[in-house]
Nanobody, 123 residues
């Protein structure tokens, strides 16, 4: 049974930082591209970042480039998302997701999802 469990969310002031973690189990973690997506109230779920299986290549949404960093530790079956310089518009539920067979920026291509975690940046 595959499980992706996010942690590290919370409430911070605008300009602050958070580090999200997503611990994976029930799958061969190093065989999966990992992604982060987010969904604000009343909005569609949007791509945030993705990282290839080895961690060699990373992709970011334009809205988070230079502020967020995705990384992974295949020895710990964990993917991270460092969120710096948070803005109120970053407020959303953040989801991690796992995908086999290549990289995608589209949520519908991902095979497994976490339950999501709230990130709130107050102005």
């Amino acid at each position: 049974q595959v499980q992706l469990v996010e942690s590290g969310g919370g409430l911070v002031q605008a300009g602050g930082s958070l580090r999200l973690s997503c611990a994976a189990s029930g799958l061969t973690f190093s065989g999966y591209t990992m992604g982060w997506f987010r969904q604000a109230p009343g909005e569609e779920r949007d791509f945030v970042a993705a990282i290839t299986r080895s961690g060699a290549v990373r992709y970011y949404a334009d809205s988070v480039k230079g502020r967020f960093t995705i990384s992974r530790d295949n020895t710990k079956n964990t993917v991270y998302l460092q969120l710096n310089s948070l803005k109120p518009e970053d407020t959303a539920v953040y989801y991690c997701a796992a995908k086999t067979l290549g990289t995608s920026l589209y949520g519908y291509d991902y095979n497994y999802w976490g339950q999501g975690i709230q990130v709130t940046a107050s102005s």
